[in-house]
Every structure is written in C-alpha cells, then in structure tokens.
C-alpha cells in the first residue's frame, strides 16, 4: 500500500504529533543558540558525543561487555563471517540478540527472515524457537549461507530453519499463496535495498496480528538524511521511513542500534 496522508493518521497520533512538535520548538527558543559552524546532526545518537558508538568504540564495547550473552556456536559463525570479504554485512550482534529476545517474548513459532548471508541471525532465532518451530530464511546466495549451515547443524537446530534459494519476493508470495497469510509472529528485513517496501508489505500480510516486523538499515549509514539524486537504496530507505511514520497498520520504534533497525508491530 501507499504512504497514509497525514490526515488520515488517528486523532490520537495527530494530536500526539503536534504536541511533540510544540515541545521541541519551546525548547529550541528556551536552551541556547548553536554555536557557529557546529553541525546539525552531531551525531545519530542524541547526547553521545560524536564517534562515540562507532564499531571499535569504548562504548561499543561496554554495551558488547556488558549484555551480549553469546551462544558458543554463534561466536564461532560470527568469528567465520567477520573474515569474509563481505563480513561487515553481518548484523551487528548485539542487535541479533534482540531480535532473539523479541522472538522468545513472543513466544514465536514461525519467523521469516528476508536475507540471510551466513545465517548468524537465523541461528539466533533458531536457538529461541521451540522444536517445532520454524524460519523460513529467503536469501539467493547459497555460497554465503554453506558457511553457517554445518554451524545449523553442529547446533542441533538447522531442522527449524527452512533455507530458500530464490528471489525473496518468490518466496514470499509462495508463502501467501500457500494460506500462510498472518500466520508468521516475526519477520526481520535485510536484503537488497531496493525492494525494501515490496518486502515490508508483503510479510506485514503474512505476520499475525501482534506479530514484529524489524527492518534493518534504516539510516543507510547515515545517507538517509539527504539521499543523494542516484542513490536508488537510499531514497527507498528514505520513503519507507516516511511511509512508516504514517502507516496506521502498525506501531514503531526506531532504533540507533547498528546501522538502524525500526520495529514495527502489527495492529
């Protein structure tokens, strides 16, 4: 579907806006005047102090030091996938844990996962699920996905995860073809930009109501905030965004976790 016009958000969320709005305009006349030359957006993370969350920060690591709780097998396929050419497409791990976590808070049973690469978070998924659970992870790389199969395995649960080599889309309209439609609890988003939106509302038909959506990259390292004219990845994040806002099908949170990641829960 498309973006909501704003005047068809519910009362509630107008109002909601409009006073945030109110407030953040009384604060920006009350506090002080930004000094010359100091930019706009300092940082992605409001009141940390630029570079502060980079990857190889201090911060950074305390946060790792301090929540991460690391399956063995998940570091093992995390050490694997950091020394691959490609390794930095990884999601970030501590963001891995919490899509774990939401699945296990759910009580989740099927889980779609949109881009898969070497399967370290469909395994972290897979580890929560209960045995007779289920991800269906859509990806069209089965190079990538070879490194993590034999770490399914080695962790007793690659009989939940349910690996498709084809375009995702294919994959997902087999799904709803198939009356799966709002049958999935979780679905989490990180394939080719492009086909973001084309993703998003295809597994919002196929997650129940209550169910999660995390799509991840949202800030697109930062180029979200002025898509350049030829950045196609970049202006689809952008309008996603945007259309997210308005989208009166779900509640959000967006996350300055990793590289973004926006939560969106079914109504």
Request: proline share 5%; net charge positive.
């Amino acid at each position: 579907g498309s973006a909501m016009p704003l005047l068809s958000v519910p009362k509630e969320v107008a109002v909601g806006t409009a006073m945030l709005g109110v407030a953040f305009v009384t604060g920006m006349l009350a506090g002080k005047r930004r000094p010359p030359g100091r930019k706009r957006y300092p940082s992605l993370l409001f009141g940390t102090p630029s570079g502060m969350m980079g990857k190889n920060s201090p911060l950074r690591r305390y946060i790792l030091d301090h929540s991460l709780r690391e399956h063995p097998i998940l570091k093992k396929l995390r050490l694997l996938t950091a020394d691959l050419p490609w390794g930095r497409m990884m999601v970030s791990c501590e963001q891995a844990q919490l899509m774990a976590n939401l699945v296990k808070l759910i009580k989740a049973k099927k889980v779609i996962e949109v881009g898969v690469f070497t399967g370290y978070n469909a395994l972290n998924m897979a580890l929560v699920l209960p045995d007779n659970g289920r991800v269906v992870a859509c990806d069209i790389n089965e190079d990538y996905a070879k490194v993590g199969k034999p770490l399914w395995k080695e962790a007793g649960v690659d009989h939940k995860i349910d690996l498709r080599i084809k375009p995702a889309i294919q994959t997902l309209d087999e799904l709803l073809a198939n009356g799966e439609a709002e049958t999935f609890d979780f679905a989490f988003i990180d394939a080719d930009k492009e086909n973001y939106n084309e993703y998003y509302e295809k597994c919002l038909r196929l997650i129940k109501k209550g169910g999660i959506i995390a799509i991840d990259n949202v800030f697109w390292n930062g180029k979200v905030l002025n898509p350049r004219k030829g950045d196609l990845a970049a202006q689809t994040i952008h309008r996603l965004n945007e259309k997210l806002l308005r989208d009166a099908r779900v509640n959000i949170s967006m996350l300055p976790m990793g590289d973004g990641v926006t939560l969106a829960f079914k109504l």
